[in-house]
């Protein structure tokens, strides 16, 4: 990923920029390069026409359906216990000569593992639902870029210096 810088032209952003570091994201004095799933693209600052925050959440549907499909684990687990709560095990109290009953202690043990199974997918769930995706997007010259960010403080950062080099290179062109 070695970049060539046209003449006269400097890197802004990531500042400071380290040409032996990887960077997906470069943003110089005439030009915004973005190395994202499409490949290697690049586009002038001056045919820039829109730029914007986009943010998203792109596993909450994949959430929604783990936390549904936890909660009848979780219900069944609960039931159990309590179908059993305060009977002895057959530890405590042998049962009588001849008569095939469950141990409540079994059914304690399956109650407890259906609930943890349910526990864990609801977890899943919620971590699924909770990871937030940040892009900012570029559009102009004919091609919209998408341009990912690791944070939110990440992404302004790259919309507020994007913004400020496309109104120099639209001013410079004007004059």
Known sequence: MALQLLPNEQVIFPAPYVPTEPALTL???GRIINFGDEGRVEMPLGKVGFTGKLTGRPLL???IVLALLGAPFVLYGAYEWYSVRGMPTHEEQPPPPGVETID????RVKAV????????LIGAGYLSGKRIRYL?????????????????????????????????????SGA
């Open 61 to 63: 549907v994949l959430g």
């Open 113 to 120: 593992i259906f609930a943890a199974i349910g526990a864990i």
């Open 27 to 29: 943003i110089t004095t």
């Open 104 to 107: 409540p202690f079994d059914v």
């Open 136 to 172: 900012v997007l570029v559009r102009g010259d004919g091609k919209m870029m998408k341009v990912k960010a690791k944070d939110e403080i990440q992404q302004t950062q790259i919309l507020m210096t994007l913004q400020a080099m496309v109104q120099g290179a639209k001013a410079m």
